[in-house]
Every structure is written in C-alpha cells, then in structure tokens.
T-cell receptor, first 110, second 115 residues
C-alpha cells in the first residue's frame, strides 16, 4: 500500500510559471522527501524536510510541511521546460521505511 | 562510486519461468529497498533490508516473490513462477542511516515483461 496521496495527478504549465503540488500521508514520519523521475529513469532526490521543520528552500524549490494536517507541498518557481517530469513525495518512518506517493506528472511547455 | 547498479536492464520471459533481478547498492549504505512501478499501482515498496536483514516484507505480493541479501553488496529479487501481471519496472534503492540525513539513491531499474 502507498503512504502518500498526491494532488494534482497531472499539471500543465508554461515556462516561467510556478508549479505547486501537494502530498498527504497517513502515519507519523521522521521526514518527508521529494523526488523527481524523468521518463524511463530512476528517481532522483530533490529535497528532504524533517518532521520538526515547517519550510525548506533549495534553489527554485520550496517545500512546506504541516504535521498536524499530515500534508506537504512542493513549489517549483519560474519553471523551465527541463522541469518536465514526474514528482513524488516519500515519507520515512522511525524504522527507516521509505514509501512513495502516486506522483504528479508535470509538463512545462516553452 | 558508480551508484546503485541493477541487472538486467530489460528482461522478457515466458509465463511460468523463474526471474531473478539483481542489485548492488552503494558501498557503505545500510538500507536497501525493492520497489515495483506500474501505471496502475504507482511505486510500491515490496521489501526493505537494514544491515542485510529483512525488516518489512509486507509489500511482497505473493509467495511467488522472494528477496535475499546475502551480504552488504548484493541483493536479489526472485519471482517463481512469473505471471503476466508481474510485468513492471522494478527499482532497487539504497540509503545510509535510514535516510535521516541523506537521500535514497535509485538504480536505473529492470523492466520486466512476462508474456
């Protein structure tokens, strides 16, 4: 079974616009991570936010975490065509179990 | 380090045959995960190991699936007998210290087709 649910399932935007995707999860976590997957490739880690953190930035990425609502959001600012990919949230529990959501497919058109 | 290495990259087999997927994690990583990805079910965690010991295999779909990690540098996922519904991309990933401070590194995956 999957731990996370992501919203939206798909997102289509133009270059320069911001992309926001959300993730909800069910159980307590140690941290929440976001990954990116290009078609036919393995997943690549983007950013990690610990359960005691509320917001984190990395370049054009901004992640928020609300443990009371068991939800997180990923914002990609000033999107580029190269950002076209699927984005997944993943939760890690205290046993080291790492589970992924269903993913959001993002298409950025020039 | 060459990263997580999976073999084979592609496997086509006939229903009923045994399939063995292989994974070499990054040296020094103490967690290893096996995932299956399909359009219908997304990315499912099948089983994970810590220091070569299976911790949680609740995601293994049936007794036809088995996984081993005989040492810190090698793991296998075996399907016997294989069925068409096992067709998917299987990923292996490894992390250090359970991911508390570092991320999971994924292999390129094995695309399995059972006909």
């Amino acid at each position: 079974s999957q731990q996370g649910e992501e919203d939206p399932q798909a997102l289509s935007i133009q270059e320069g616009e911001n992309a926001t995707m959300n993730c909800s999860y069910k159980t307590s976590i140690n941290n929440l991570q976001w990954y990116r997957q290009n078609s036919g490739r393995g997943l690549v880690h983007l950013i990690l936010i610990r359960s005691n953190e509320r917001e984190k930035h990395s370049g054009r990425l901004r992640v928020t975490l609300d443990t009371s609502k068991k939800s997180s959001s990923l914002l990609i600012t000033a999107s580029r065509a190269a950002d076209t990919a699927s984005y997944f949230c993943a939760t890690e529990d205290s046993w080291g179990k790492l589970q992924f959501g269903a993913g959001t497919q993002v298409v950025v058109t020039p | 380090d060459a990263g997580v290495i999976q073999s084979p990259r592609h496997e086509v087999t006939e229903m009923g045959q045994e399939v063995t997927l292989r994974c070499k994690p990054i040296s020094g990583h103490d967690y290893l995960f096996w995932y299956r990805q399909t359009m219908m079910r997304g990315l499912e965690l099948l089983i994970y190991f810590n220091n070569n010991v299976p911790i949680d295999d609740s995601g293994m779909p049936e007794d036809r699936f088995s996984a081993k990690m005989p040492n810190a540098s090698f793991s296998t996922l075996k399907i016997q007998p294989s069925e068409p519904r096992d067709s998917a991309v299987y990923f292996c990933a490894s992390t250090q210290t359970g991911g508390r401070t570092t991320e999971a590194f994924f292999g390129q995956g094995t695309r399995l087709t059972v006909v």
